[in-house]
């Protein structure tokens, strides 16, 4: 099992921008492999898909953040960051990390997820 550690969130103003990181603990030399996904959830709403970024780096964006967000690793580091730009109150939600292996991911299982980091935008 992989361990999932979130960091970045916080507040920012309507506008701002902020980068998230995902760190996969204990996942050793095969990061690579995994597909890392960010999801978020609202207050009173379901979690939703933010990005996604498969191993060989195609990515997938929710409707809402394309053109906004922009998803990365380093597989050096075992981390994928997303970078979030031109915030707005709507994106107030616990931003998720989520990893899969591709055994998990071809037979839809949960993979690991973290705890989750707040992310509050608001002036």
């Known amino acids: 099992q992989v361990e999932i550690v979130e960091s970045g969130g916080g507040l920012v103003q309507p506008g701002g921008s902020l980068r998230l990181s995902c760190a996969a603990v204990?996942?050793?030399?095969?990061?690579?492999?995994?597909?890392m996904g960010w999801y978020r959830q609202a207050p009173g709403k379901q979690r939703e898909l933010v990005a996604v970024?498969?191993?060989?780096?195609?990515?997938n964006y929710g409707d809402s953040v394309k053109g906004r967000f922009t998803i990365s690793r380093s597989n050096a580091k075992n981390l994928v960051y997303l970078q979030m730009n031109s915030l707005h109150s709507e994106y107030t939600a616990v931003y998720c990390c989520?990893?899969?292996?591709?055994?998990?991911?071809?037979?839809?299982?949960?993979?690991?997820w973290g705890q989750g980091t707040q992310v509050t935008v608001s002036s």
């Open positions: 989520n990893a899969r292996n591709v055994y998990q991911h071809n037979r839809d299982l949960p993979g690991s």
């Open positions: 204990a996942v050793g030399r095969n990061f690579d492999i995994y597909i």
């Open positions: 970024l498969s191993s060989d780096e195609n990515t």
